[in-house]
Protein backbone atom coordinates (compact mmCIF):
# COMPACT_ATOMS: atom_id res chain seq x y z
CA UNK A 1 0.00 0.00 0.00
CA UNK A 2 1.31 4.07 -0.84
CA UNK A 3 0.46 6.10 1.38
CA UNK A 4 0.48 10.04 0.41
CA UNK A 5 0.07 12.76 3.79
CA UNK A 6 -1.45 16.50 2.80
CA UNK A 7 -2.54 19.32 4.50
CA UNK A 8 0.43 20.53 6.41
CA UNK A 9 2.15 23.62 5.88
CA UNK A 10 2.48 27.08 8.33
CA UNK A 11 0.07 28.09 10.88
CA UNK A 12 -0.04 30.63 14.16
CA UNK A 13 -0.19 28.80 17.94
CA UNK A 14 -3.87 28.41 18.35
CA UNK A 15 -5.12 27.58 15.01
CA UNK A 16 -6.42 24.06 13.58
CA UNK A 17 -4.86 21.53 10.80
CA UNK A 18 -6.11 18.46 9.16
CA UNK A 19 -3.91 15.86 7.98
CA UNK A 20 -4.89 13.42 5.34
CA UNK A 21 -3.42 10.39 4.71
CA UNK A 22 -4.57 8.82 0.87
CA UNK A 23 -3.97 5.06 0.70
CA UNK A 24 -3.79 3.51 -2.71
CA UNK A 25 -3.06 -0.41 -3.10
CA UNK A 26 -4.82 -2.24 -1.49
CA UNK A 27 -8.14 -2.52 0.84
CA UNK A 28 -6.73 0.55 3.12
CA UNK A 29 -10.25 -0.96 6.21
CA UNK A 30 -7.84 -4.16 6.73
CA UNK A 31 -4.64 -1.74 7.87
CA UNK A 32 -4.15 -0.06 11.37
CA UNK A 33 -3.70 3.11 10.47
CA UNK A 34 -1.36 5.71 13.01
CA UNK A 35 0.11 9.31 12.71
CA UNK A 36 4.00 10.01 14.01
CA UNK A 37 5.76 13.01 14.19
CA UNK A 38 9.41 13.99 13.92
CA UNK A 39 11.20 17.12 15.21
CA UNK A 40 14.96 18.46 13.90
CA UNK A 41 17.33 16.89 15.88
CA UNK A 42 14.84 13.93 17.70
CA UNK A 43 13.53 10.82 17.36
CA UNK A 44 10.43 10.40 15.45
CA UNK A 45 7.46 9.78 17.66
CA UNK A 46 4.35 8.63 17.88
CA UNK A 47 1.04 10.88 17.93
CA UNK A 48 -1.92 8.05 16.89
CA UNK A 49 -3.20 5.30 16.10
CA UNK A 50 -7.11 4.21 14.72
CA UNK A 51 -7.92 0.34 14.31
CA UNK A 52 -9.18 -0.86 11.40
CA UNK A 53 -12.77 -0.65 12.20
CA UNK A 54 -12.76 2.77 13.88
CA UNK A 55 -13.86 1.38 17.20
CA UNK A 56 -10.44 1.90 19.00
CA UNK A 57 -8.26 5.19 18.92
CA UNK A 58 -5.06 5.91 20.83
CA UNK A 59 -2.81 9.14 21.47
CA UNK A 60 0.40 10.00 22.76
CA UNK A 61 -0.58 11.97 26.06
CA UNK A 62 0.62 15.36 24.50
CA UNK A 63 -2.39 15.58 22.16
CA UNK A 64 -4.88 14.52 23.97
CA UNK A 65 -7.75 16.40 23.85
CA UNK A 66 -6.35 18.19 21.08
CA UNK A 67 -5.72 15.98 18.41
CA UNK A 68 -8.57 13.93 16.90
CA UNK A 69 -7.84 10.54 14.59
CA UNK A 70 -10.41 9.00 12.36
CA UNK A 71 -10.61 7.24 8.98
CA UNK A 72 -13.27 6.78 6.30
CA UNK A 73 -12.34 3.47 4.76
CA UNK A 74 -14.75 3.77 1.88
CA UNK A 75 -12.32 6.79 0.65
CA UNK A 76 -8.89 5.05 1.82
CA UNK A 77 -8.31 7.93 3.73
CA UNK A 78 -7.34 8.55 7.23
CA UNK A 79 -7.21 12.22 8.92
CA UNK A 80 -5.97 14.11 11.86
CA UNK A 81 -7.75 17.29 12.98
CA UNK A 82 -5.19 18.64 15.20
CA UNK A 83 -6.27 21.86 17.22
CA UNK A 84 -5.01 23.93 19.67
CA UNK A 85 -1.87 24.13 18.03
CA UNK A 86 0.99 24.65 20.08
CA UNK A 87 4.52 25.29 18.74
CA UNK A 88 6.29 22.60 20.40
CA UNK A 89 3.56 20.45 17.51
CA UNK A 90 5.77 21.47 14.88
CA UNK A 91 7.49 18.58 13.26
CA UNK A 92 7.35 16.68 10.05
CA UNK A 93 4.13 14.20 10.40
CA UNK A 94 4.15 10.82 8.91
CA UNK A 95 1.54 8.78 7.91
CA UNK A 96 2.18 4.38 8.84
CA UNK A 97 -0.32 1.77 8.37
CA UNK A 98 -0.61 -2.17 8.78
CA UNK A 99 -2.10 -4.93 8.09
CA UNK A 100 -3.87 -6.57 11.24
CA UNK A 101 -6.20 -9.39 11.82
CA UNK A 102 -8.05 -8.24 14.50
CA UNK A 103 -9.09 -4.66 15.15
CA UNK A 104 -6.24 -2.79 17.32
CA UNK A 105 -4.07 0.33 17.58
CA UNK A 106 -0.20 0.24 17.32
CA UNK A 107 1.99 2.56 18.81
CA UNK A 108 5.69 1.94 17.72
CA UNK A 109 7.12 2.60 14.51
CA UNK A 110 8.75 -0.58 14.67
CA UNK A 111 4.98 -2.42 14.51
CA UNK A 112 4.25 -0.16 10.56
CA UNK A 113 4.99 -1.78 7.75
CA UNK A 114 3.80 1.09 5.46
CA UNK A 115 5.12 4.68 5.50
CA UNK A 116 4.30 8.25 3.79
CA UNK A 117 6.66 10.48 2.65
CA UNK A 118 5.69 12.87 5.12
CA UNK A 119 4.06 16.44 5.57
CA UNK A 120 5.44 19.52 7.31
CA UNK A 121 3.89 21.23 9.85
CA UNK A 122 5.14 24.62 11.62
CA UNK A 123 3.19 26.35 14.34
CA UNK A 124 4.54 30.09 14.83
CA UNK A 125 4.29 31.60 18.55
Known amino acids: VQLIESGGGLVQAGASVRLSCQASGRAFGLYTSGWFRQAPGKEREFVASISQDAVKTNYTDSVKGRFTISRDNAENTAYLQMNDLKPEDSAVYYC???????????????????WGQGTQVTVSS
Open 96 to 114: AARRTILPRTLTSADEYDY
